[in-house]
C-alpha cells in the first residue's frame, strides 16, 4: 500500500460526568486520530487510545511510533494501540477504494445493528441507581457497574432495584479485588443475578481461582491483552468469555484470533467515533464467525462524552449501535472540532483506565 501522506494527531474528548473506576476518575480521555491518504486522495481513518495507566503505551509513545511508520504498507514492531490504528486505517482506506463497508471487506455477508450494555461508574449506591435509571429510561437492558470503589454489594444492590429483574447485570473491577475478595464478593452478588464479572483480579491463573470457587461466570480483560494468552487462558479454565477492546488486543487481525479460542465480545477502550465504528463493523465478521460471545456489548460509550471530532459517526439508538452508511467505516471528520480538541503542549489530563 504506497500511501501519499500519512497524519498524526493527538486530541481529547471531555466527559459528560468524570469517569470513576477503581483505576483512577477521568474528566477527559486523549486518543491519537491517523489519517493516511493514497494517492489519488482518498482517505483512510484510524484511532489509538493509549492505556498507559494498564502499563501500556503512553500517548506520547504512540505518537511518535505512528509519525515513524513508513510508507511500505508494514506495520512492523508498534504498541498494541498504534498497531490497532494502522489496520483500522488500512481497512478503511481499503474499502472507500472497494466502495464497499469496512464489514464486507472484512468478509462478512451482512450487518446488523449492535445491542449494547449501559455503563455505571462506581459511586454512591444513589447515584449509581440514578445512572441506572438514566439509561434505562433509553431502552438499555444490560448494565455494566464498575466496582473495586467503596461498599460494591450495596451498589450492585442499587444497580439491580434500579434496572429490574429482567435486565442483565455485569460488574467490572478492573483486576482490583484479591482471589479471596472476589470469590467472597462475588458469593454474595450471585442473588442479584449477575450475567458475570469482568476482571474481578488480575493473573490468567488467579481468574482460574475465582471462576472455579465463585459460582458466577468471569470475562478476562485486562489479564488477556494478545492471542497468546487467549491459548493460556483456554488451557487454564480462566475465563468463560474475553472482552476484547481494539487498542488493548493490536487491532482486528488479534481479535479474530483471540475469539477462535475464547467467546468473545467488544469493548470500548473510551474510544472516539473512529474507533467505536471499527468495533461495530468488526462485530459483524465476530458475530458471522461464531467467536460473538453471545452477550450485548459494550460500546456505548459515547454517550459518555460532552462533544465529539465527528460529524458523521456510529448512531446510537437506545441500546442499539447503528453503522453510518457509506464505504469504509463510514466516518467523517468535523475539521473544525478536530481543531478544537487537537492535543497542544499544557492542554493535557488524565489519559487511561
Request: charged share 25%.
Amino acid at each position: 500500500m504506497r500511501l501519499a501522506s500519512v497524519e498524526v494527531i493527538a486530541y481529547s474528548l471531555p466527559f459528560r460526568e468524570p469517569y470513576v473506576t477503581a483505576r483512577g476518575t477521568l474528566d477527559r480521555r486523549e486518543m491519537v486520530l491517523l489519517r493516511i491518504r493514497d494517492g489519488d486522495g482518498v482517505e483512510g481513518l484510524g484511532e489509538a487510545v493509549p492505556l498507559s495507566l494498564r502499563g501500556g503505551a503512553a500517548l506520547e509513545t504512540v505518537v511518535r511510533e505512528l509519525k515513524g511508520w513508513g510508507d511500505d504498507g508494514e506495520i512492523g514492531p508498534l504498541s498494541p494501540p498504534a498497531r490497532c490504528a494502522v489496520e483500522t486505517a488500512a481497512l478503511d482506506l481499503q474499502a472507500r477504494v472497494a466502495g464497499v463497508p469496512a464489514w464486507r471487506e472484512l468478509g462478512a455477508e451482512s450487518a446488523r445493528p449492535v445491542a449494547c450494555n449501559a455503563t455505571l461508574t462506581a459511586g454512591a449506591p444513589e447515584a449509581v441507581a440514578a445512572q441506572a435509571e438514566e439509561w434505562l429510561a433509553d431502552g438499555f437492558e444490560t448494565f455494566k457497574l464498575k466496582v473495586g470503589i467503596g461498599d460494591d454489594e450495596q451498589q450492585v444492590a442499587a444497580a439491580r432495584e434500579a434496572a429490574g429483574d429482567g435486565a442483565a447485570l455485569r460488574v467490572d473491577a478492573n483486576g482490583s479485588w484479591t482471589v479471596d475478595e472476589a470469590v467472597r464478593k462475588l458469593r454474595a452478588m450471585r442473588k442479584t443475578g449477575l450475567e458475570f464479572a469482568e476482571e474481578p483480579v488480575h493473573g490468567l491463573e488467579d481468574l482460574a481461582r475465582v471462576r472455579a470457587a465463585a459460582g458466577v461466570r468471569i470475562a478476562a480483560d485486562e489479564s488477556l491483552q494478545d492471542p497468546r494468552e487467549a491459548v493460556e487462558a483456554a488451557a487454564l479454565g480462566s475465563c468463560d468469555l474475553a472482552t476484547a477492546k481494539l487498542s488493548k488486543v493490536g487491532g482486528l487481525g488479534p481479535l479474530f484470533e483471540i475469539a477462535a479460542q475464547i467467546p468473545t465480545y467488544l469493548s470500548s477502550a473510551l474510544d472516539g467515533p473512529v474507533g467505536i465504528a471499527a468495533a461495530a463493523h468488526a462485530a459483524q465478521m465476530l458475530r458471522e464467525s461464531g467467536g460473538d460471545a453471545g452477550v450485548a456489548h459494550g460500546l456505548a460509550t459515547q454517550r459518555l462524552f460532552a462533544e465529539t471530532i465527528a460529524s458523521v459517526e456510529c448512531e446510537l439508538r437506545g441500546p442499539m449501535l447503528h453503522i453510518p452508511e457509506g464505504p469504509g467505516l463510514g466516518v467523517d471528520i468535523d475539521e473544525g472540532a478536530l481543531e478544537r480538541h487537537r492535543l497542544r503542549p499544557g492542554k493535557r489530563g488524565p489519559t487511561s483506565t
